[in-house]
């Protein structure tokens, strides 16, 4: 079935470098797509959003880039610190205007080495 | 903080027992989504309530069941509960059905 999935799951980068983490969605007509940071013991904690209509986007410190053709989203965090280890997860708005019903992948986890 | 709570925590049941869980939503968001997510897995749409309706549902069996109340706090409920039930409940709430959603905490549930 359709699912969003995620290349890696484990990234460990050095504290101060540049962390991307990347995931693959196979549903084409989906036109919402969110990244979350998850914790240990807590809910998803929404870090940035982009629409179908746009190829990138940037927040603070991180970046998202759609890629429409290849169906691949991914994330960057700039300067990563110990406070961005943690579960990232892409998800995709599979019902569109109409509803919300996010699939969501099965996470990478981001370790960030001193 | 999100703005959105869940009650209880924590939770423990027995098989075949019915559990409630609360939700209320952040200010001003009148959607409220409903995900369970086992252990070392991404969180899996319940089911979603739009302004006290529900609006959509995933993969899930009819004794998982909600409501959504005036105030846009919602309630899931699990009937006949399954030793498989045992998950982190999240619910999300958002203002309108394709926007950004907030989590809450979530129920850490028990069934044994």
């Known amino acids: 079935g359709e699912s969003v999935g995620l290349h890696l799951p484990t990234l460990s980068v050095q504290e101060g470098d540049n962390s991307i983490i990347n995931c693959a969605y196979s549903?084409?007509?989906?036109?919402?797509f969110i990244w979350y940071k998850q914790e240990s013991g807590k809910g998803p904690q929404f870090i940035i959003d982009?629409?179908?209509?746009?190829d990138k986007r940037q927040g603070q410190r991180v970046t998202v880039l759609l890629n429409k053709t290849v169906k691949h989203l991914s994330l960057q965090i700039a300067a990563t610190q110990p406070g961005d280890s943690a579960v990232y997860f892409c998800a995709e708005n599979k019902a569109g205007n109409y509803g919300q019903n996010f699939v969501f992948g099965p996470g990478t986890r981001l370790s960030v080495l001193p | 903080e999100t703005g959105v709570t869940q009650s209880p925590t924590h939770l423990i049941k027995t098989r075949g027992q019915q559990v409630t869980l609360r939700c209320s939503s952040q200010?001003?968001?009148?959607?409220v989504s409903w995900y369970q997510q086992a252990l070392g897995q991404g969180p899996q749409f319940i089911f979603q309530?739009?302004?006290?309706?529900?609006?959509g549902r995933g993969n899930f069996p009819p004794r998982f069941s909600g409501l959504q109340f005036p105030n846009y706090s919602s309630e899931l409920n699990v009937n006949a509960l399954e030793l498989d039930d045992s998950a982190l409940y999240l619910c999300?709430?958002?203002?309108?059905?394709?926007?950004?959603?907030?989590f809450g905490q979530g129920t850490r549930l028990t069934v044994v």
């Open positions: 982009i629409r179908s209509n746009m």
């Open positions: 999300a709430s958002s203002f309108g059905l394709n926007t950004e959603a907030f």
């Open positions: 309530y739009y302004r006290e309706e529900e609006n």
């Open positions: 200010s001003g968001h009148n959607t």
């Open positions: 549903n084409s007509a989906s036109d919402y």
